[in-house]
């Protein structure tokens, strides 16, 4: 493990590692960053996937963002974490020149893809990594085979997203046993991941409480390399139950907001997250520290 890059931010410092280890430091009680550490950044809404969940609605019919001719990636910090998703972040066609400009600034590059096209894109995304153009690899689960177990492998930042509610008990037990790591994302109940929650209820919600149940023994039995969550997989499953206080507060990394936010390049909008509601979403402006400062004073002003 080598150090990536390290900054100071607010009243801490970050150090962020080869193996995507982030390491805080600070003085005080609490972390106030002066900008945000990590934004969630959507390039596109294309994807041939028609995945019956997905919250962004993504289809064939989604466009691309307009990701070469915005202001604000000029206002990037050093070591800022962009986490870059879609649709089909891969199937950009100004994906390569993007993530070269990000280079440049020395941003951290991560991306999200799905299993599928992480397994037919196999020379994309060895360039992309071997070229270190990305860093964290994201890759959205569809089905636990062996030949996509071994070929994860030969990617030590990878982490394999697991969407709770949408797989089963089988599914995350065969992902055990092998070294890695796995990010649980909470169920996001907007638009076709609301409408097939309304059609499969009942499944999503029996496993959604199966998952809840089996946590701590998952977590006991220490079978992945890392188990992580995000913000809403945390709220539905109670993470915070199987933790000290003293383990709380070294692990959580905020909430939704405090130290991150969301931009759409497709609708040329940003909010708090991707789960945001229509009437808090914002027309992008020409600097990424306004655009957190408007996140987090909303944030105050509840």
Request: net charge negative; proline share 3%; glycine share 6%.
């Amino acid at each position: 493990m080598e150090l990536l890059g390290a900054y100071k931010n607010g009243n801490y410092t970050t150090y962020l590692m080869t193996d995507g280890t982030k390491i805080r430091k600070t003085n005080d009680d609490e972390f106030v960053p002066a900008y945000a550490e990590n934004i969630d950044v959507k390039i596109s809404n294309y994807c041939d996937m028609n995945c019956p969940y997905c919250h962004e609605g993504s289809s064939t019919n989604g466009k691309h963002g307009d990701i070469m001719n915005q202001k604000f990636i000029d206002t990037l910090h050093p070591y800022q974490e962009l986490a870059i998703g879609g649709g089909n972040a891969l199937s950009h066609p100004d994906l390569i020149p993007f993530l070269q400009k990000l280079k440049e600034k020395k941003i951290i590059a991560n991306m999200t893809v799905n299993q599928i096209h992480f397994e037919t894109n196999q020379d994309l995304i060895k360039k992309l990594v071997e070229e270190k153009l990305i860093y964290g690899l994201g890759i959205s689960l569809v089905s636990p085979t062996q030949k996509f177990i071994e070929a994860i492998k030969e990617y030590p930042n990878a982490v394999i997203h697991v969407i709770n509610g949408v797989f089963s008990v089988d599914d995350l037990m065969n992902l055990q046993n092998n070294n890695l790591k796995i990010l649980i994302l909470g169920y996001k109940e907007l638009r076709r991941g609301n409408d097939y929650l309304g059609k499969n209820h009942t499944i999503v919600n029996n496993r959604k409480h199966w998952l809840k149940s089996v946590l701590p023994d998952i977590i006991e039995i220490d079978k992945f390399n890392t188990i992580s969550f995000d913000n809403l997989a945390i709220e539905q499953l109670d993470v915070k139950r199987l933790m000290s206080d003293e383990e709380w507060e070294q692990f959580y990394m905020g909430d939704d907001g405090t130290s991150t936010f969301y931009v759409d390049m497709v609708e040329q909008k940003f909010a708090k997250s991707s789960i945001a509601q229509i009437d808090k979403r914002y027309d992008l402006l020409d600097s990424v520290d306004e655009m957190f400062n408007v996140i987090r004073n909303n944030g105050r002003n509840k």
